[in-house]
């Protein structure tokens, strides 16, 4: 990573900028950093330990009677990833603990609980990303396997490799019974639909399908009545449409030594087509990881939640990763979000625009560049969406507990049409440990 300025003097600055916010403008919501400077409370033999791991459980609603199984999720998935960092892995092992953790929940729309397909079946996509090695792995419309994200993973480490016999460009993006076969002949346990289910989901599908035959019922009949010009209304005024959890799972991480990784699994839509891949498995969409470079003076890292539809044809994940580059992040990011995905060309014909993202990003700070000295991390972490909450939770390898938080859209904000930004900022790693 590029050297940066004095760790004290840029948190102030930032927290500065913050002090000077004022209220919302419409019905967008001011940042809310809740970061303070943090010193080391971890025993001797991890004092060195530094990194910082922010989860979400989805963009889309969540219920106040679930609130606490969301949070919970997140509060292990944290764990997770910094009991990793705290052992002295890599980013990218730190994110893929915090997915499959979020992926083995019975609440979250990913792996275990996943939405069903129109067949009744589970397909599953997952990516993740690398900021160092800028390596990614995806699958897409898989099925079979309890954790997507790890085939993911797999991929991109054996990408990693080399080329293949012959020459042959090894995979990074594979999808539906070719990926299943990718991930058993290379160990990956298999897991039948049926266990990956739960009362939830195949309630849900019982409930959508019904819906579905009602509405197709009624479609018929309303034709029929129409060329007599007799009708009134349309099919979905009469229908209730297909309620379709949207709680994609995702995680970014930095690890001690500013190396940035990104992850996203997803059980897509419900009732959706057989063969259907969401933005979790497209590259630039569902997540995004890059290293601070000559051309980039931070690293950072992005994952994204919503309709799947809308994130791919925005490339929202790309698009936020380049957006703060910029030097006031949260501004930046409510732009993104508002003339990249809510006000996008490529969505004008859209109702309501429906996606949410996290996203990091960190310098190093001092002079001092020798490995027996870790340098301090500067981290700005930050979450926006478009639709009625998003679940976070976020962790330091100095915190003894997660933090989480159901981010909500201001009152009498519409969804779709309106977006809320909140975030933090911290201080990892101190420079007289």
């Given at each position: ?11 102030t600055?930032v ?10 403008t ?57 009991d990793?960092?705290?052992a002295?892995a890599?980013?990218?092992e ?74 042959r ?6 999808v ?8 058993l ?5 298999p ?34 009545l ?12 009469i ?13 970014i ?14 059980g ?23 290293n601070a ?41 409510l ?35 020798s ?54 900022v ?8």
């Open positions: 990573m590029t050297d940066g300025p004095r760790c004290d003097r840029c948190f600055q927290m500065e900028k913050l002090r000077n916010s004022t209220g919302c419409g019905t967008v919501c001011p940042l809310q950093y809740s970061g303070t400077m943090q010193n080391s409370t971890i025993s001797s033999r991890e004092h060195r330990a530094v990194g910082f791991v922010l989860v979400h459980a989805g963009a889309g609603y969540h219920s106040e009677s679930k609130a606490k199984e969301y949070k919970h999720v997140c509060k292990r998935a944290c764990q997770k990833a910094v990793r960092l705290r002295g890599m980013a990218l730190a994110v893929t603990a915090a997915l499959t953790e979020l992926e083995d929940s019975p609440f979250t729309n990913a792996g275990t609980g996943s939405n069903l397909n129109l067949s009744g079946d589970i397909e599953c996509d997952a990516s993740i990303m690398d900021g160092k090695s800028l390596e990614y792995g995806a699958v897409g419309a898989l099925n079979g396997i309890k954790n997507p994200v790890l085939v993911a993973k797999r991929l991109l480490s054996e990408a990693q490799k080399g080329k293949l016999s012959a020459g460009i090894p995979p990074c993006f594979l539906g019974t070719g990926a299943q076969q990718w991930a002949t290379h160990g990956i346990p897991c039948p639909s049926e266990k990956m289910a739960t009362k939830f989901s195949l309630s849900a599908y019982k409930r959508n399908k019904r819906k579905m035959e009602l509405a197709e019922k009624i479609e018929t009949e309303h034709h029929f129409k060329r007599q010009r007799t009708s009134s209304g349309t099919v979905s005024e229908v209730e449409p297909i309620s379709s959890s949207l709680d994609t799972v995702g995680a991480v930095v690890d001690q030594e500013g190396n940035v990784a990104a992850a996203v699994s997803s897509g839509l419900a009732m959706k087509h057989p063969g259907r891949v969401g933005q979790a498995a497209h590259y630039g969409c569902g997540c995004w990881a890059e470079h000559d051309a980039r003076p931070y690293a950072t890292a992005v994952s994204t939640s919503g309709c799947g539809e809308h994130l791919i044809r925005t490339m929202l994940a790309r698009e936020c990763s380049t957006a703060v580059q910029a030097e006031d992040a949260h501004q930046a990011l732009e993104a979000m508002q003339n990249k995905f809510i006000g996008s060309p490529f969505l004008a014909s859209e109702d309501g625009v429906l996606g949410g993202v996290i996203v990091l990003r960190c310098c190093k700070c001092g002079d001092d560049q490995s027996d000295n870790l340098q301090a991390l500067l981290v700005e972490f930050l979450w926006s969406h478009t639709t009625e909450s998003m679940c976070v939770g976020y962790m330091s390898a100095h915190d003894s507990k997660a933090k989480t938080h159901i981010s909500r859209l201001p009152p009498g904000a519409v969804a779709g049409q309106s977006l809320a930004i909140e975030g933090g911290c201080r990892l790693g101190a420079t007289n440990d």
